[in-house]
C-alpha cells in the first residue's frame, strides 16, 4: 500500500486538482464568490470523492472493463444524492447558495478521474486516502480562492466585515471575471514558487 502521508501531500501539493491539474474548473469559477461557499462545495466534493473512492475500489474486481464508466457514475450519483439531502436538511443556507451546482458532482470530472486513475487500480484504504488528499487539496483551493475574492470584492472573510467602509471594494472579483483573474495569478504564484524550489 502507498503511504497515506505521500497520498495526503500529493493531492494538496504536488497534483492539487485545481492549481496543478486544472480539472474540477465548473465549482472552482462558479461558487467561489466568497470563502464559506468555496468550503462548502470543497468539503461536500471531499465527502463524495472519499466515499465514491471507497466503493469503487471495494467494487473492481466485480465491475466489468466495458461498464465500468457507468457503474463508477451510478456509484458518485448515490453519494452526491446523500450529500445533497445532507446539506439540504442540515445546512439550508449554504445548500441555497451552492444550488445547482451540488447535483453537478456527479459530472465533476476530479471524481470521475479518481475513480478511474486510483480507485479502480488500488485497494480501499489507499482509495480513501487518496480522495482526502485530492479532496482536501479541492477544498483548499477553493476556500482560498473563495476568501480572496470576497475579502477584496466584498471587504469581508466568512461575512464578518474586516476592512472599513471607506476602503474601497473591487467589485469585478465577486463577478465571474474576478474568478478567472484569481485562479490565474494563484496559479502563477504557485508555479512560480513550484518551479524555483525545483
Request: aromatic share 10%; charged share 10%.
Amino acid at each position: 500500500m502507498a503511504n497515506p502521508v505521500k497520498l495526503i501531500k500529493n493531492g494538496i501539493i504536488d497534483e492539487n486538482p485545481t492549481f496543478m491539474q486544472v480539472i474540477g474548473m465548473c465549482p472552482t469559477l462558479a461558487v467561489t464568490s466568497s470563502a464559506i461557499n468555496g468550503l462548502g462545495m470543497g468539503l461536500a466534493a471531499t465527502a463524495v470523492l472519499i466515499c465514491s473512492n471507497i466503493f469503487v475500489s471495494l467494487l473492481r474486481k466485480i465491475i466489468p472493463d466495458t461498464v465500468r464508466i457507468p457503474c463508477f457514475i451510478v456509484v458518485i450519483a448515490t453519494f452526491v444524492t446523500i450529500i445533497e439531502f445532507v446539506l439540504k436538511a442540515y445546512v439550508p443556507s449554504l445548500y441555497a447558495s451552492l444550488g445547482l451546482f451540488i447535483p453537478l458532482i456527479v459530472v465533476n470530472c476530479l471524481i470521475l478521474a479518481r475513480a478511474e486513475a486510483f480507485a479502480s487500480k488500488n485497494g480501499p484504504i489507499a482509495s480513501a486516502f487518496d480522495g482526502i488528499g485530492m479532496g482536501l487539496g479541492f477544498t483548499i483551493a477553493l476556500g482560498s480562492m473563495g476568501l480572496i475574492r470576497e475579502f477584496i470584492g466584498s471587504g469581508t472573510a466568512f461575512g464578518i466585515t474586516v476592512l472599513p467602509e471607506a476602503f474601497p471594494r473591487t467589485l469585478l472579483f465577486v463577478m465571474a471575471p474576478g474568478a478567472f483573474f484569481t485562479l490565474a495569478c494563484m496559479m502563477a504564484v504557485l508555479n512560480n514558487f513550484k518551479n524555483k524550489k525545483a
